[in-house]
């Protein structure tokens, strides 16, 4: 049969700035796009060095797979990238209290991220 993708929308994450959906469910998998420290009441990269934009880029991703009807224990898989790889225990330090359930993840260093951003998380997660 045709495997059917709902697209998941909430006013608590940043809007999609593209030709992209926030995330969406196919075959009981979410899929999230990537999402950067932009605060949804706002639009504005929030302030601040790597620990203050991943609690936002974490939020926000909070708030889509609240949307999804879903949440972080079933993460399966995030992929994370960073601007600079020294970032990388401070970033860690405030992934881990967010992602207890310690999903698998992959992690690299890009030459650029969106609106000069520090960091960008997107998450697979089951669906309840």
Known sequence: GVMI?????TEKAPGAIGPYSQAV???????TSGQ?????????VVTGGIEDQTH????NLGAVLEAAG????HVVKTTCFLADMNDFSAF???YGEYFTSK????????KS???????EVEVIASVK
């Open 56 to 59: 936002r880029v974490c939020k």
């Open 103 to 110: 999903p698998a993840r992959s992690c690299v260093a890009v």
């Open 70 to 73: 879903t949440d972080f224990d």
């Open 25 to 31: 469910i196919c075959g009981g998998m979410l899929y």
């Open 36 to 44: 950067i420290c932009l605060d949804p009441s706002t639009g504005d």
């Open 92 to 94: 860690n330090k405030v």
């Open 113 to 119: 991220l969106p609106k000069g951003v520090l960091c």
């Open 5 to 9: 993708m709902k697209k998941i929308a």
